[in-house]
């Protein structure tokens, strides 16, 4: 059984850092993604981030470019979301989720079902 677990959250200041992490266990396959998603209060649900177990390419929504780095440590199973220059609205509650791959394109990473999610880290940022 896959689980993913998020950790990290808090509350943080405009401008600000914080390093959210999702420890998976029970991944044995050989291909499939690992994301980031949030959901701010009201609205809907958005993909954050983005890597993949068999490249090195990596997504990001253009809200996050150049503020947010996604990253793996394969050794320790888990993958982490560096997140500076915090904003108010990057306030939000933090998935991870995970996906076996096929033969899709992984740039509709975003809107693609997922079939491991974690249960999500709260991130609040005040102004």
């Known amino acids: 059984e896959v689980q993913l677990q998020a950790s990290g959250g808090g509350l943080v200041q405009a401008g600000g850092s914080l390093r959210l992490s999702c420890a998976t266990s029970g991944i044995t396959y050989d291909s499939y993604y690992l994301c980031w998603f949030r959901q701010a209060p009201g609205k809907e649900r958005e993909g954050v981030s983005c890597?993949?177990?068999?490249?090195?390419?990596?997504f990001y929504a253009d809200s996050v470019k150049g503020r947010f780095t996604i990253s793996a440590d394969n050794a320790k199973k888990t993958v982490y979301l560096q997140m500076n220059s915090l904003k108010p609205e990057d306030t939000a509650i933090y998935y991870c989720?995970?996906?076996?791959?096929?033969?899709?394109?992984?740039?509709?990473?975003?809107?693609?079902?997922?079939?491991?999610w974690g249960q999500g880290t709260l991130v609040t940022v005040s102004s």
């Open positions: 989720a995970g996906r076996l791959s096929y033969f899709e394109d992984r740039s509709n990473w975003p809107y693609a079902l997922y079939d491991w």
């Open positions: 890597l993949f177990s068999d490249e090195p390419r990596k």
